[in-house]
């Protein structure tokens, strides 16, 4: 947006900003220690101000809580734009000096007035005017949001929604304000980063971009494809379709986490070759040709980036289980055994040598110095650069950043007759995405041993559920058990559930429709029903 | 505008507002402390921080006391000394000892212990029987408390409410009977509790533990420093290791990492899967009989690299996905994607959070 995928401002600038808007972030389950710096702040006196469908932790203690209904963020943001500009609240420096096309965005939410906000989302329009002043008068005032606002159709949408009120109030480069992505796993900064993308080589170089292609062909003496690759929502369409044929899968269980996963199961029936790489004997194993085992993060050396662009160590302080071995060691020799001369790294601090020589704002990263120094963030372009806190002081990096003009689109799977619920899907406090690692604990299992579905009292009531009473919960894709928790947490005709439970596998339901730049799926929408469980009763 | 303190003499820059404590450390000047912990509001509570500052005529606690300029502060004289050693009597009249006669070293340091052997002989007191409770019933997971070690410090109490916010455990009941305790005595998990961990995290005597934990261990566990593979925040860990295994895991100190001592239920909790039973330990093909076995690392690595080259031959490298992960290293996520484009040909290549 402004030149960089990132967290633009640092967690430890959280505790002195004035003003929070925490949106589609259910920090204090999803970001323990985030929620920890939200709170230290809200006790010194800064405002908070949370738009989400549910009545969350934060929400408790919030000036504002905005509890849209799922999927109508860009009504609601483009509303609060509205306000701003029509209120005169924007910072017109900012806006000459750093910004273009503007009026784009002026023109588009002018329509967008806070009465007919309130009556798409459900938001009362005060609120949402109180909110636009709150955020635009406010000077250190960050956004902070994650998957609530991506995982729809249009969460490429709302996320620029997100950065026309950051460009149109000035909010950037100026401490505990920006915008600030909360990345939702230990490396998923430092996944992208590394290039693990169909579109980017490290560091979001692209390979579309003939340059970047001879430098890392120069690199690694082999020839590149210019094309574009599949990314994994289209992977996975394709691999049903039977265009992919041969799959290499690390660290992830694509069976319980992808969106649609009866979907994704056809597919892997279909492929003629599956490698899994992991440290547990996952789903997707099931239908693995080979299955390789992995050391987990205790076993192994390495760096974890993490959401505010830090590059942190991991160091290896046990041995790995049995022949277990280091997926760093595991890919050099598959790379070998498929013929290509892989270098024999040392060890993993080569690699990240490699890696920092062929990007310039890495080049200043090394396991030494983060060794010597601790964490160092991202840009750290040379052996003495301190790395970089805040982004974009002194204007956006790339210069002059561009306002996107955003027209509201309703999320892919609307509520009808035969579905009437809207189904968002999450994570929990205690468990962690698949689960293959915190059900393996006592205390998470003794909070939540078992999938459950959470149910206003309204609904329940209409559709006869008691607390606690086990219920299937079905949409046009699949069909899961679980338990029924009524709680006014959430706003009626919305249900929730959470996404950890392999027996019960969320993501049977979920809508594998993707968004049209990322392609990353709605889990946060989809149409589903309640019914009783007759078998159950019966038992 | 800085202004000047006088620590033991020596004159030291301080900000307004800081407090005695504050500016003594910075100096190297030793003043102890048991309930100080720098994320919360200072207490005054546990009087191990007293120290002397003319024009007062009573000690003060260095940790709530804010210095002003032209302050003169004495951090170690007979009249602080001989208060250490009462207070030590006092504090080791109400806990239990060991044999030494002291309170029991725990597998963090016991801060109490610490500061009792450097106090000087202890005043010779009859024990108090102090008829504190635990919570009868509470049967969560991992937070133990015992209350014969517990000096009503209420860090554990305070950081609750100020640092995680939720005000599980309170002190409860009065005089002698006052323990660390939760509405009606239920155990945490009937509580707002999230078993972050922190109360076991910042107590000075070891009175809050983890139950599944050694207590104490023969031999001082390894701490080595890495980060927490969970979530995002990118929490600096230390992994206690013993014998080979991950015993516990703990925080580095407040200030000095993006987590300020901070750890939730999961980093601080849920390590139980690094040494479980279910780990994958070797190898594995299928074979002609549609199941998985065992096989050696030559014959596994041959296997998948020929399987990904056979698909390539007959269908294209377009036919061939490599998915990398982001839960696993930034360097083994490159040597995925230089597989998939270097060895491969594809730039079929993405992980598990497009986000």
């Known amino acids: 947006m402004f030149g960089a995928g990132a967290m633009t401002n640092s967690i430890p600038e959280i505790r002195d900003a004035d ?16 929620a920890m710096e939200m709170k230290r702040a809200v006790q010194r006196g800064a405002r908070l101000i949370v738009a989400d469908p549910r009545k969350i932790w934060l929400s408790e203690v919030a000036d504002l809580h905005l509890q849209l209904r799922p999927g109508t963020d860009v009504w ?9 500009l029509a209120e005169g609240l924007e910072d017109r420096a900012f806006i000459a000096a750093h910004t273009e096309r503007f009026e784009d965005v002026r023109a588009a939410v002018a329509d967008y007035t806070p009465e007919g906000a309130e009556a798409v989302t459900g938001v009362p329009a005060e609120h949402i005017r109180q909110a636009a002043r709150l955020y635009a008068t406010t000077k250190k005032a960050g956004i902070y949001y994650t998957l609530g606002i991506t995982e729809h159709t249009h969460g490429t949408d709302n996320v620029y929604c997100l950065a026309n009120l950051v460009l149109m109030t000035g909010h950037l480069g100026v401490r505990s304000a920006g915008m600030n992505p909360l990345r939702g796993q230990n490396n998923v900064q430092g996944a992208n980063d590394a290039g693990a993308s169909p579109i980017y080589y490290p560091g979001y170089q692209k390979v579309s971009d003939p340059a970047s292609r001879a430098k890392f062909e120069a690199a690694w003496g082999v020839p590149l494809s210019p094309d574009e690759g599949m990314n994994l929502n289209v992977m996975m369409k394709a691999m049903e379709r039977g265009e992919i044929k041969g799959l290499f899968v690390m660290g992830e269980d694509i069976v319980l986490s992808e969106p649609n996963v009866s979907l994704v199961e056809e597919g892997l029936n279909q492929v003629e070759f599956l490698v899994v790489q992991d440290i547990f004997l996952n789903e997707t194993c099931r239908f693995a040709d080979v299955v390789l085992p992995a050391a987990c993060f205790a076993e192994k050396d390495g760096v974890f980036t993490n959401t505010d662009r830090r590059v942190q160590r991991v160091r290896k302080a046990v041995e790995p289980p049995g022949q277990a071995r280091a997926d760093w060691e595991i890919l050099c020799d598959l790379a070998r055994a498929a013929g290509y001369p892989m270098p024999h790294y040392e060890s993993p601090a080569e690699i990240y040598a490699e890696l920092s020589s062929l990007v310039p704002n890495y080049g200043g990263i090394s396991h030494a110095r983060i060794d010597a120094e601790g964490g160092l963030q991202w840009p750290c372009p040379s052996p003495d650069h301190p790395g970089t806190a805040t982004l974009h002081q002194g204007g956006p990096i790339k210069g002059r950043a561009s306002f996107q003009a955003v027209a509201y689109r309703p999320s892919d799977e609307l509520p009808d007759e035969d579905y009437p619920l809207v189904l968002s899907t999450g994570r929990t406090l205690y468990h962690y995405n698949a689960a293959t690692q915190t059900r393996r604990d006592s205390g998470p299992t003794m909070k939540q041993p078992e999938s459950f579905v959470e149910v206003h009292p309204s609904d329940a009531r209409r559709l006869s559920l ?30 929730w559930m959470p996404l950890h439970f392999a027996e019960e596998r969320v993501n049977r339901l979920t809508n594998d429709a993707g968004d049209s730049v990322t392609g990353t799926g709605e889990y946060k929408v989809c149409a589903a029903r309640i019914h009783k469980d007759a078998l159950r009763a019966a038992k | 505008m800085p202004i000047t303190v006088h620590i033991d003499g020596q004159p030291a820059l301080a900000e307004p507002g800081e407090t005695v404590l504050d500016v003594a450390r910075r100096v190297g000047a030793d003043v102890p402390t048991l309930c100080h912990d720098p994320r919360l509001e200072p207490a005054g509570a546990c009087r191990s921080c007293l120290v002397e500052i003319v024009g007062q005529r009573r000690l003060q606690p260095a940790c709530a006391f804010r210095a002003t300029d032209g302050m ?45 052997l450097r106090s000087g002989p202890l005043l010779d007191l009859p024990p108090v029987q102090a008829p504190r409770q635990a919570r009868p019933h509470d049967d969560n997971p991992y937070v133990g408390f015992d209350p014969d070690r517990c000096i009503l410090c209420a860090r554990c109490v305070r950081y609750c409410d100020e640092v995680e916010a939720v005000s599980a455990i309170t002190l409860s009941e009065r005089g002698a ?19 972050c961990g922190g109360c076991i995290a910042t107590c000075p005597t070891g009175a809050m533990y983890e139950k599944k934990a050694p207590r104490l261990l023969a031999e001082p566990v390894q701490k080595v420093r890495s980060t927490c593979n969970f979530c995002g925040v990118g929490c600096q860990v230390d992994l206690n290791v013993s014998g080979g295994r991950v015993v516990k895991v703990t925080s580095p100190p407040p200030g000095q990492t993006v987590n300020d001592g901070n750890l939730c239920v999961k980093g601080r909790f849920a390590y139980d899967f690094i040494h479980h039973e279910d780990r994958l330990t070797e190898p594995l093909v299928r074979g ?7 096989t050696t690392w030559p014959d596994a690595l041959q296997r998948a690299a020929q399987g990904l080259r056979r698909v390539e031959k007959k269908w294209g490298s ?9 839960r696993c290293t930034g360097e083994e996520n490159y040597l995925v994607q230089k597989l998939a484009r270097a060895a491969f040909g594809t730039n079929n290549c993405h ?5």
């Open chain 2, 177 to 195: 009977h006052t323990t660390i305790g939760t509405n009606g005595m239920v155990g945490l998990k009937d509580t707002t509790c999230e078993l």
């Open chain 2, 318 to 326: 377009r036919a061939l996905g490599f998915v990398s992960s982001s």
């Open chain 2, 72 to 116: 003169q502060v004495t951090t170690d004289s007979e009249r602080v000394r001989r208060h250490r050693q009462v207070l030590m009597s006092l504090y080791l009249a109400d806990q239990a000892l060991d044999d030494d006669g002291l309170p029991p070293e725990t597998i963090d340091g016991n801060q109490l212990r610490a500061l009792a």
């Open chain 2, 288 to 294: 002609p009989d549609g199941q998985l076995h065992p």
């Open chain 1, 466 to 495: 008691e607390d606690g009473e086990w219920v299937r919960v079905s949409s046009r894709r699949g069909e899961v058990g679980a338990r029924v928790v009524v709680t006014r947490k959430m706003r009626p005709g919305c249900i």
């Open chain 1, 76 to 84: 609601l943001l483009n509303a609060i734009a509205h306000v701003i």
């Open chain 2, 351 to 355: 992980q598990c959070a497009a986000t």
């Open chain 1, 19 to 34: 003003l929070l808007f925490v949106i589609g972030s259910n920090t204090t389950e999803a970001h323990p220690i985030i």
